[in-house]
T-cell receptor, first 111, second 114 residues
C-alpha cells in the first residue's frame, strides 16, 4: 500500500532555515499536506500543495514538490522557537478514502 | 465553530475495564477516523467510517470497536482495556468530495491503562 517516509528528528539554530523532507510512494497522490502538531495538541493543517504544482510559498513556508521523484519538502525560513513541533507529511489520492501520514519529524529549535 | 471535539481529554483505566472515547464533528464530514499515536510510531489508523452505518478496520483494529449511527458522532469503544492500549488517541474527520480534503483533528485523549 501507500507509504510516506520522513526523518524522525531535525535540530536547527534559531534564525536558520529548516528543511523537512518527505518521500511518498503513490504517484497518483492528488494533494500533499503538511500538518503541525504542537506539544499536547492535535494536528493542524500547516499548508498543502496540489499535485500539478511544483512550488507553493506562504510567508515563511515554502513547499517544493518533485512529482517525478515523489519527493516533497517543507522549508521554514528564519526558524523560531515557536516552530518547535512535530511535522507530519500526508498524501491523499482520489483512489482511496484514507490519507496516509508519515511518522512525523520532530523539529527542535535551539537558541 | 467547534470542529472536532473529543472527550475526555485524559483517562486512567484499570486493566479489564471498558470505556468509550467520544468524538463529534459539526462540519457534516462523511469521513471520520480514529488514530493512536505512540512515540516513534507516528499515527496508526484504528478504524474509519465513510458515512453513517458504514465502518471499516484500519491498521490496528484489535481491541477496539466503533459504530457510526449519525454523521456527527463516531465513538471508539475499548471493551477490556490492556496496558498496550496506553496511548494518545486522535479522532479526525474530512469531507470526501469537493477537491481539497483537509483532515481536521480533535485535541486528543490521553489514555493510561494500569
Amino acid at each position: 500500500g501507500e507509504d510516506v517516509e520522513q526523518s524522525l528528528f531535525l535540530s536547527v539554530r534559531e534564525g536558520d532555515s529548516s528543511v523537512i523532507n518527505c518521500t511518498y510512494t503513490d504517484s497518483s497522490s492528488t494533494y500533499l499536506y503538511w500538518y503541525k502538531q504542537e506539544p499536547g495538541a492535535g494536528l493542524q493543517l500547516l499548508t498543502y500543495i496540489f499535485s500539478n504544482m511544483d512550488m507553493k510559498q506562504d510567508q515563511r513556508l515554502t513547499v517544493l514538490l518533485n512529482k517525478k521523484d515523489t519527493h516533497l519538502s517543507l522549508r521554514i525560513a528564519d526558524t523560531q522557537t515557536g516552530d518547535s513541533a512535530i511535522y507530519f507529511c500526508c498524501s491523499a489520492s482520489g483512489g482511496s478514502y484514507i490519507p496516509t501520514f508519515g511518522r512525523g519529524t520532530s523539529l527542535i529549535v535551539h537558541p | 465553530n467547534a470542529g472536532v471535539t473529543q472527550t475526555p481529554k485524559f483517562q486512567v483505566l484499570k486493566t479489564g475495564q471498558s470505556m468509550t472515547l467520544q468524538c463529534a464533528q459539526d462540519m457534516n464530514h462523511e469521513y471520520m477516523s480514529w488514530y493512536r499515536q505512540d512515540p516513534g510510531m507516528g499515527l496508526r489508523l484504528i478504524h474509519y467510517s465513510v458515512g453513517a452505518g458504514i465502518t471499516d478496520q484500519g491498521e490496528v483494529p484489535n481491541g477496539y470497536n466503533v459504530s457510526r449511527s449519525t454523521t456527527e458522532d463516531f465513538p471508539l469503544r475499548l471493551l477490556s482495556a490492556a496496558p498496550s492500549q496506553t496511548s494518545v488517541y486522535f479522532c479526525a474527520s474530512r469531507p470526501l468530495t469537493g477537491g481539497n480534503t483537509e483532515a481536521f483533528f480533535g485535541q486528543g485523549t490521553r489514555l493510561t491503562v494500569v
